[in-house]
T-cell receptor
Framework: AQSVTQLGSHVSVSEGALVLLRCNYSSSVPPYLFWYVQYPNQGLQLLLKYTSAATLVKGINGFEAEFKKSETSFHLTKPSAHMSDAAEYFCAVSGTDSWGKLQFGAGTQVVVTP | EAGVVQSPRYKIIEKKQPVAFWCNPISGHNTLYWYLQNLGQGPELLIRYENEEAVDDSQLPKDRFSAERLKGVDSTLKIQPAELGDSAVYLC????????????????FGPGTRLTVL
């Protein structure tokens, strides 16, 4: 079984500042890890994914995430926040033994201030 | 390519009434998912289809919820009768399917249907 914990339900960052969203996972098998973004009244859009290749994963819109097995973490970062980054972000995990079963975290709402 | 299409986008009904949601997945995607998203939470899987077969419906409340995907393309999710606690966003997603090389399970989501039960 897999599970995800996202630390912080709300994060406020200044425009131009670093964005850091934390995600820790629990999995008894090698995991696949995902970050999705959800803008108001829209569906989820995939930002990036880890599928056991490179541990540093680059995604869209300048986001990247690093898989750290020793820390069971997959934190999402962006060096410089833009106003358009205001949205809700979800970390999700599935396992090599549970294809098709994504377990989502509770989400982190990002607010970007001028 | 066109994305996942869902309708209606919004639905307001009174409790005890029936309601249905429709989803058209991305062309060529064999796997279709229905998720429930409560306010302030992440999506939770209700049911997963591989073509027309429901391969995982363990989280679907079968006393009031039903789903179908008769021809392995479009799908309908129904609630009858609706309860106040069913107010949420219902998301549909699709992916290529494990047999099609979709091992990393990238799912594409529709915009959702926001249900309000009064």
């Amino acid at each position: 079984a897999q599970s995800v914990t996202q630390l912080g339900s709300h994060v406020s960052v200044s425009e131009g500042a670093l964005v850091l969203l934390r995600c820790n996972y629990s999995s008894s098998v090698p995991p696949y890890l995902f970050w999705y973004v959800q803008y108001p009244n829209q569906g989820l859009q995939l930002l990036l994914k880890y599928t056991s290749a490179a541990t540093l994963v680059k995604g869209i819109n300048g986001f990247e995430a690093e898989f750290k097995k020793s820390e069971t973490s997959f934190h999402l970062t962006k060096p410089s926040a833009h106003m358009s980054d205001a949205a809700e972000y979800f970390c999700a995990v599935s396992g090599t033994d549970s294809w098709g079963k994504l377990q989502f975290g509770a989400g982190t709402q990002v607010v970007v201030t001028p | 390519e066109a994305g996942v299409v869902q309708s209606p986008r919004y639905k307001i009904i009174e409790k005890k009434q029936p309601v249905a949601f429709w989803c058209n997945p991305i062309s060529g995607h064999n796997t279709l998912y229905w998720y429930l998203q409560n306010l302030g939470q992440g999506p939770e899987l209700l049911i997963r289809y591989e073509n027309e077969e429901a391969v995982d419906d363990s989280q679907l409340p079968k006393d009031r919820f039903s789903a179908e995907r008769l021809k392995g393309v479009d799908s309908t999710l129904k609630i009858q009768p609706a309860e106040l606690g069913d107010s949420a966003v219902y998301l549909c997603a699709s992916s290529r399917g494990e047999a099609s090389g979709g091992l990393n399970n990238e799912q594409f989501f529709g915009p959702g249907t926001r249900l309000t039960v009064l």
